[in-house]
């Protein structure tokens, strides 16, 4: 009776004719069962492996056994416990292990004049065609249901006790080679041989040297469990060294400048919100030390001390002004003042707090911290300081050199006799009628008839955002809502090069012009003491500032001649504005441009050789 007939028959008492039964059945589409996803850390053995020859004899012997699962595993909450890296090397010398202990098994549980036998299974049952099954298996186990009593000149108890030789249950030790981590596997016993027992266990860990991190409880559990044997069952697992962390530091303040131009609705900028000053009172802590911790050492199984590293105490940043507490955890100021990172050490540099204007009442000022005034500067007054000036008023005829930035909350209204400089950014409400020199970046509403030199970009987007008249030199971009005027007022951006450099070499050259004309003119008076006195300091500012402008010379040689990244530099170097009027002059580089129509949404970059307006 065919498959078919045999099902129907059981669901329906009946068989019915094949063919109402081809009609009545209707065809069911195989749906495709997706196929899980092998264990990575699993070792894939083919079916023609010792093991799984030694596992299908014992199968057959036995009843149905569990598949052989040899899995690189830790306990249950912690099963990953070798990396990607390791897992494929280690599962390589499991298998090399494998498959030399499973080959000496099955040598060992066949006699060697059974060979052919040995062909089909580790134990004598295998799946060779050439051979009847039941007859090998009755073979193999001394059964004589229909089994001759000889064979080959042997008495059926010599052909049992050939075939089946007692071996006691067999227990293989796999270390991983970090020595972190043991696994057992065990093979079951031959004929009469003892079962795996707790002083096999205990034996076979001993004699490889497996003494630390053992899981004890696994001696007790695995005599006794159903999968006991061709499973890895997971040992012992030794405890890394754990290394000391370092030392570190939690800043109270930043270490970068951190400068937020906030535009209102308006388009405006608040200037006097710019917050580029720390403050810090005396016994503030600017930062905290957090001390370094201790290693704590190892042990791998084989009880072997694995040796940990303490951590590394941090570089206190302590500069001037800071001082370490009592008890080493924080750094502290010890006078009240502006807190900034130098790129080594936090200093708290003083700062000058000039409540009203600078004028005859305080004459000019040189200070070596920052300085903070809260009026205006008037015509005719020096304002110096090593860190940052920062002016809640208007700067008139005057001039100011900030070590740090330089912020003008009101603007400067120079009357062509004004000179700011500062070696970081300029940020200012309006520049009129002034000469102005930024290291780093220029920030402002307006210019008007200003020589500018700065050595990063120039922006005038907020507010009106107008340049008109005098030169623009920048060595990166210039921004603006408006370049030039109606009028067609000469408005010059010279984008590229070194421009503080410039105004430092110009600089250097009016000086040494005006010392030799007052050397001239002292020189033609009646002698004197006084004349005495002043032509020898006279001749040393000279020629110290011509060595100076020799040096400066040599540089700026070199660094035409120093070789560029020709397209960062054609990149950085343009001009960006909403509106370009007739006068405006652009050179980039030694190419000269002057606009003769008013050009809208204007975007100056040199194109070979060429400057082009995108």
Request: hydrophobic letters at 35%; glycine letters at 8%.
């Amino acid at each position: 009776m065919s498959l078919a007939k045999t099902i129907l028959s059981r669901l329906f008492g009946s068989v019915a004719d094949e063919d109402e039964i081809e009609n009545s059945v209707p065809e069911v589409q195989e749906e495709e069962v997706p196929q899980p996803q092998p264990n990575p850390a699993s070792l894939q053995l083919p079916m023609e492996h010792p093991l799984n020859k030694l596992w299908t004899l014992w199968s057959e012997q036995t009843g149905q056994t569990p598949f052989p699962e040899l899995c690189l595993e830790g306990l249950p909450e912690q099963k990953e416990i070798l990396s990607v890296n390791e897992l494929e090397r280690e599962l390589t010398r499991l298998r090399q292990l494998v498959t030399s202990t499973a080959s000496e098994r099955a040598g060992k549980a066949v006699p060697k004049e059974e060979e052919p036998l040995l062909d089909r299974g580790a134990y004598g049952a295998g799946d060779s065609n050439n051979y009847d099954t039941a007859h090998e298996t009755d073979a193999l186990e001394g059964s004589s249901s229909g089994a001759g009593t000889q064979d080959k000149g042997h008495t059926e108890e010599e052909i049992q006790k050939k075939s089946r030789p007692d071996l006691d249950a067999q227990v293989v030790v796999f270390s991983a080679k970090s020595q972190m981590a043991a696994w057992l596997l065990v093979y079951p016993p031959v004929g009469q041989g003892k079962e795996v027992s707790r002083d096999m266990l205990v034996q076979a860990l001993k004699e490889n040297k497996v003494e630390f991190g053992v899981d004890t409880a696994l001696f007790d559990k695995l005599p006794t469990d159903a999968n006991r044997y061709f499973h890895l069952f997971f040992a012992a697992e030794g405890r890394p060294a754990v290394h000391g962390k370092d030392g570190y530091t939690i800043d109270r303040f930043p270490r970068k400048k951190q400068r937020e131009m906030k535009v209102n609705e308006a388009g405006q900028v608040d200037y006097a919100e710019l917050n580029i000053v720390n403050n810090a009172d005396q016994g503030d802590v600017i930062c905290q030390i957090v001390e370094p911790t201790e290693g704590v050492a190892g042990r791998n199984i084989s009880n072997k001390e694995l040796p940990a590293k303490d951590g590394k105490k941090v570089t206190v940043p302590k500069g001037r002004n800071t001082t370490l507490s009592e008890d080493g955890t924080a750094l502290i100021a010890t006078k009240p003042g502006h807190v900034e990172f130098d790129g080594r050490n936090f200093q708290v540099k003083p700062v000058m707090d000039i409540g009203k204007n600078v004028d005859y009442s305080t004459g000019n000022i040189n200070f070596l911290g920052d300085i903070h005034i809260r009026g205006d500067v008037c015509s005719g007054f020096t304002v110096r300081a090593m860190g940052n000036i920062t002016v809640d008023g208007v700067v008139e005829a005057s001039t100011i050199e900030a070590g740090g930035d330089l912020i003008v909350v009101k603007g400067v209204k120079g009357n062509n006799q004004a000179v700011i400089k500062a070696c970081g950014s300029i940020y200012a409400k309006y520049l009129e009628s002034t000469v102005v020199c930024a290291q780093e970046e220029l920030q402002t509403d307006c210019i008007i008839n200003c020589d500018v030199y700065s050595d990063g970009q120039v922006q005038a987007c907020s507010g009106r955002g107008i340049i008109i008249g005098g030169k623009i030199r920048a060595s990166g971009e210039v921004k603006a809502n408006i370049v030039g005027s109606k009028s067609e007022c000469l408005t010059s951006v010279i984008l590229g090069g070194h421009p503080s450099d410039d105004f430092e070499y110009e600089n250097l050259i009016r000086e040494i012009e005006e010392l030799e004309l007052e050397y001239e003119e002292i020189e033609r008076q009646p002698d004197s003491p006084a004349k005495m006195r002043s032509l020898p300091m006279l001749r040393m500012k000279l020629s110290v500032n011509r060595t100076k402008l020799k040096q400066f010379e040599t540089f700026i040689q070199e660094a035409k001649e120093t070789p560029q990244n020709q397209e960062e530099i054609q990149d950085g170097r343009k001009l960006v504005c909403g509106i370009a009027y007739p006068g405006t002059e652009v050179t980039i580089g030694d190419v000269t441009h002057r606009l003769e129509h008013e050009t809208q949404h204007c975007r100056a970059v040199l194109l070979d050789g060429e400057i082009h307006f995108l």
